[in-house]
């Protein structure tokens, strides 16, 4: 692709979807059918753009199999006591009336490729001329052994907002002074990487408004370093002396076991026991992606770095946690971000619009505790066949009280504008 | 453009604190060609935080700014005469062309 100009590999690519489905925009057919699987950051953000700038010339379906969309962004908050679990949930009924989406609640169970329909659980049928797939991540509950869905019912992962976050907030509230929480925080790559760190803080932040004084919280990581380590330890050593630690896989020496009625975790180094556990396994695309047979060895899609289109089917994007995306983190902005290229592709496919070189941006914002937030972020383009970071940022160890509380009312603005961005 | 704004900016920012280099950068941006549909392309980048009713969330409302102005923001984020990590990087990320179609876009939003 680097001898190409991108002009004409767009060109090539444009040419290359005609003469496969011949002419989709032929005067008097029917329109265009573009179908999101995956009503989340990735997927309801395509939906709307797709809707948005084709200006009635595409239909567009989004199957999601909730009624309502609980981000994972700012959940954190919500376990802390910072935000309601109403100001996280979010309806589709703004998709479906003011940018004419047709939103079928249901499961997808089946792409036929090469009928280019998918199917749903309860046996509906829909075409597409191009589908999206933002379905998430799974959780891979038998990677810490003896956990599993069932056990996710007495030690919450949270890692799918939604009734987990919810069971996770409860028996963070029913723990009594001196109760202590386990977490088990998964190995790479997963969804959000500052996220358990962000999460055990807020979990910190909850017991400081409580006067829970002595009740503590241990973090197994299977992983020798995490996000923002250098911010995080500092904020923990400020805020909540004494309540977080960390212990690195140097030191416990491997995570053997779960046993979710004792509340205990073994390791290699001790058995560590917990009012509360919080177990985040490994995760995998989600399973619909595993079903189109678009996922490699890693678990997750291979997509054309100036597209988000799958290498393995031109007709496909994939975009979000379940795509493999170079060098961006697993996000709900990355995803956002990745909708907007996906989007531009396929109306260039589908209605000939005009395409542009990919510009994808990510920005991962972190409360650590009152108007104490940092951020880390980038810029991304496709280079050499890769997207790439052209620059990046993170928030200074040495920052003043003053920019840590910008940079926490910053990620308000960011929630208010991002899940506008998606339901409009 | 109209050469009375133009004017009129030219006279204002001789008495801000804008760089030299910066007034005649802006000058040049406004004089580009920019293609209305590039400037809604890049724009989708700028709405996942700012968005038309952002009032006092800690990320200004850009929708209808004046032109000018948001191309000599853009350019002082670029040359980090103004402060923000996040938007040092964003701006960053931006040549002429693409500053100029976003400032034509936002300048005529609501
Ligand atoms: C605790 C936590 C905190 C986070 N904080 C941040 C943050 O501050 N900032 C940030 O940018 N990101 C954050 N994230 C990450 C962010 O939530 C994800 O990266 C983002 O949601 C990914 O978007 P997606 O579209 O790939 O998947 P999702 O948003 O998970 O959407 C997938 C949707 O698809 C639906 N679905 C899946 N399969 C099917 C099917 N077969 N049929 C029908 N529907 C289906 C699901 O119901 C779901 O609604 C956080 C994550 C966690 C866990």
């Known amino acids: 692709m680097s001898q190409l100009t991108r002009r004409q590999f767009t060109q090539a690519l444009g040419l290359g979807a005609a003469a496969l489905t011949v002419p989709i925009n032929v005067i008097g057919q029917a329109k265009p059918k573009v179908v999101i699987v995956g009503g989340g950051a990735g997927g309801a953000t395509a939906a709307r753009y797709v809707a948005k700038n084709s200006k009635g010339a595409v239909d567009v379906t989004l199957i999601e199999n909730s009624k309502t969309y609980t981000t994972c962004f700012f959940s954190n908050l919500y376990l802390g006591g910072v935000r309601d679990y109403d100001s996280i949930t979010h309806s589709y009924d703004t998709l479906a009336s003011d940018y004419g989406v047709k939103v079928v609640h249901g499961y997808a169970s089946e792409v036929d490729r090469n009928g280019r329909t998918i199917k749903l659980q309860d046996g509906t049928s829909i075409a597409y001329d191009r589908l999206v797939l933002s379905p998430g991540i799974d959780l891979i509950y038998d990677s810490v052994p003896g956990y599993s869905e069932e056990a996710a019912e007495i030690a919450p992962h949270a890692w799918q907002a939604g009734p987990q976050t919810q069971l996770l907030k409860t028996k963070l509230e029913a723990l009594q002074n001196g109760d202590n929480v386990v977490m088990v925080a998964p190995p790479n790559p997963y969804r959000c990487p500052p996220g358990p760190y962000e999460r055990v803080s807020m979990m910190a932040h909850l017991f400081k408004t409580k006067g829970m004084t002595d009740s503590t919280i241990t973090i197994l990581d299977p992983k020798p370093k995490f996000s923002k380590q250098g911010l995080f330890t500092a904020g923990w050593e400020k805020h909540y002396p004494g309540v977080i630690e960390w212990i690195s896989p140097d030191i416990h020496g491997g995570i053997l076991s779960v046993d979710v009625n004792t509340g205990t975790v073994e390791t290699d180094l001790d058995t560590f026991e917990g009012t509360l556990l919080n177990i985040i396994p490994k995760q995998t695309a989600g399973a619909i992606a595993h079903q189109a047979e678009l996922v490699d060895d890693s678990g997750f899609c291979q997509i054309v770095s100036d597209s988000m289109r799958s290498v393995v089917d031109e007709n496909i994007f994939v975009i979000g946690d379940a795509s493999v995306a170079g060098a961006m983190p697993k996000s709900g902005f990355s995803a956002n971000s990745q909708a907007k290229v996906a989007a531009m592709h396929i109306l260039g496919d589908v209605i000939s619009s005009k395409t542009f070189p990919a510009k994808y941006s990510n920005t991962c914002w972190s409360m650590i505790g009152t108007d104490d937030g940092v951020k880390v972020g980038a810029q991304y383009a496709s280079v050499d066949g890769k997207i790439a970071s052209t620059s990046k940022f993170v928030s200074q160890g040495d920052e003043d009280a003053m920019v840590r509380k910008e940079t926490f009312e910053e990620s308000l603005g960011w929630y208010d504008g991002m899940t506008k961005d998606m339901f409009g | ?110």
């Open chain 2, 1 to 110: 453009m109209n050469r009375l704004l133009i004017s009129l900016f030219v006279l204002c920012c001789t008495t801000s604190s804008y760089a030299g280099d910066t007034d005649s950068r802006v000058t040049d941006i406004l004089k580009l060609d920019s293609d209305e549909a590039y400037g809604e392309y890049l724009a989708s980048e700028c709405s996942t935080c700012h968005n038309t009713s952002s009032a006092d969330n800690g990320i200004p409302i850009i929708h209808g700014q004046d032109q000018q102005a948001l191309i000599a923001a853009l350019l002082a984020y670029q040359d980090k005469t103004r402060e923000n990590e996040t938007m040092q990087s964003v701006a960053g990320a931006l040549g002429n062309e693409e500053i100029g179609a976003l400032a034509r876009y936002f300048s005529s939003q609501k």
